[in-house]
């Protein structure tokens, strides 16, 4: 497994500088909010290419469903993009996204947190298909990648999170 993104990169120069979809900031790794005491059991960081695409929006549907879903097992599900934050204020509104599931966005400086977890494409400007699952440590446990225009699957990200709360 990965080692956690110590000193806030791994891949890039620059410490990620993360804005939820309400505009607060988060620490990197966003494995703890804003207000949070503790970081939970498990964070899974789901890197979208584009909010309003169609295997995108696609995914936000299962993703908003499963955070309610792992919340009882203190797992986090941040979905981070290099949308500006209130294209995701958007995207939360138009999809009626739950709340259990924090929607980041990566900005500026442009893809920090992609590059630090090394899922930036540069050629597009925007991450890869890439959900990476930390534990509460900040230690990458799992990844799931799915190719270009291809969607991830729920059941690919709830075997992980059982994984993970199995050995942790």
Known sequence: MAEPPSGGTRGADVVPALRDDHGQRWPWPPTRGPQDAAAPRGTWLVFL?????????DELGWLGALAGDVAV???????????????????????ALPEPLTLLSDF?????????LDVFDAETGRPRRVSVLLGADGVEAARVVA???????RGEHETATRDLLAHR
């Open 49 to 57: 290419p584009g909010a309003f695409t169609p295997v995108c929006t």
């Open 73 to 95: 097992d203190d797992v986090a599900v941040r979905v981070v993009s290099c949308d500006a934050a209130p294209v995701l204020r958007r995207v939360r509104e138009e999809l």
């Open 108 to 116: 500026w400086p442009h893809g920090a947190a992609c590059r630090a």
């Open 147 to 153: 190719a270009p225009g291809q969607p991830r699957t």
